[in-house]
């Protein structure tokens, strides 16, 4: 019977690291995917939001701090480095934005326009 177990530890030993190596590519797929998903409803929705807060610049910067927030967030939990990078890039971006009257919003509207459309690019390549 000793000779049984002692052929069945290497198999045993094995299938577990053939078991874990899979499970790890599984998890970054799914972590990949799912920020694919939130990434994307992130941006969009920041930009509709901003988009009514021009007469509130306040408001405006308590909302592109979030977004860069739940941005990095998203960063932090993709697989993907292109995806990390880039989703950090953009949150850095929202951060470095100093809204404190109603000409910087609206300066801010279109430069989160203009960094989102390249964000977008850059997001689609990554997430195909």
């Known amino acids: 019977m000793r000779l049984v177990s002692s052929r069945f530890l290497p198999l045993a030993a094995f299938a577990a690291v053939v078991f874990a190596s899979g499970c790890?590519?599984?998890?970054?797929?799914?972590?990949?995917?799912?920020?694919?998903?939130?990434?994307?409803?992130?941006?969009?929705?920041?930009?509709?939001?901003?988009?009514?807060?021009?007469d509130d610049p306040a408001a405006m910067e308590k909302e592109l701090d979030n977004?860069?927030?739940?941005?990095?967030?998203?960063?932090?939990?993709?697989a993907n480095t292109t995806l990390k990078q880039a989703t950090d890039d953009l949150?850095?971006?929202?951060?470095?934005?100093?809204?404190?009257?109603?000409?910087?919003?609206?300066?801010?509207?279109?430069?989160?326009?203009?960094?989102?459309?390249?964000?977008?690019t850059k997001l689609k390549e990554a997430c195909s």
Do not use: F, H, W
Request: glycine share 4%; proline share 1%; charged share 25%.
């Open 24 to 54: 790890s590519e599984i998890n970054a797929t799914v972590d990949k995917a799912q920020a694919c998903l939130e990434a994307p409803k992130i941006v969009s929705e920041t930009v509709a939001k901003i988009s009514g807060l021009v």
């Open 91 to 120: 949150a850095a971006s929202l951060r470095r934005l100093d809204v404190n009257n109603v000409n910087e919003a609206v300066d801010a509207v279109q430069k989160v326009g203009n960094d989102t459309a390249a964000y977008l």
């Open 67 to 78: 977004a860069a927030q739940k941005l990095g967030d998203v960063a932090d939990k993709a």
